[in-house]
C-alpha cells in the first residue's frame, strides 16, 4: 500500500515556475516508479514525468512536450518526489496527480495508486 500527498499547485502566468511536491508513503516503495500524471477539463489523464524510487542514477522519464522544461527529483530522507515546472505555458493547465506505478510511462492503469489531484493553471 502506497499513500501520497500532493502540495503545490496554484495560479500562474506564462513563463512562470511553480514546483509540485508528493509526500510519498508505504512499505513497498521500492518496487515503484513515482511520478506525474495531469488531466485538463474534458481529456483524458496523461502522462507527465516519472523516476525509479531507488534509481540511483537519476535516470528520469518525460513527455516530449515537457522536456527541457520540467525536471522530477526526489529527496528520499524526505520521502517526497517533486515536479518543477519551468516556463509553464497555458496548456500545462491541468489537475496534477503524483502516482506511484509498476510502469515507467504509458497510460494510467486500475492498479497504479494516485493522489488526490492539485490543480495548476498558467495564464496567457
Known amino acids: 500500500q502506497v499513500q501520497l500527498v500532493e502540495s503545490g499547485g496554484g495560479a500562474v502566468q506564462a513563463g512562470d515556475s511553480l514546483r509540485l511536491s508528493c509526500a510519498v508513503s508505504g512499505h513497498t516503495l521500492s518496487r515503484y516508479y513515482v511520478g506525474w500524471f495531469r488531466q485538463a477539463p474534458g481529456k483524458e489523464r496523461e502522462f507527465v514525468a516519472s523516476?525509479?524510487?531507488?534509481?540511483?542514477?537519476?535516470?528520469?522519464y518525460y513527455r516530449d512536450d515537457v522536456k527541457g522544461r520540467f525536471t522530477i527529483y526526489r529527496e528520499n530522507e524526505k520521502h517526497t518526489v517533486y515536479l518543477q515546472m519551468n516556463r509553464t505555458k497555458p496548456e500545462d493547465t491541468a489537475i496534477y496527480y503524483c502516482?506511484?506505478?509498476?510502469?515507467?510511462?504509458?497510460?494510467?492503469?486500475?492498479?497504479?495508486?494516485w493522489g488526490q489531484g492539485t490543480q495548476v493553471t498558467v495564464s496567457s
Open positions: 523516476m525509479h524510487w531507488n534509481s540511483g542514477f537519476g535516470v528520469a
Open positions: 502516482t506511484a506505478r509498476s510502469y515507467p510511462t504509458g497510460p494510467a492503469r486500475s492498479d497504479d495508486y
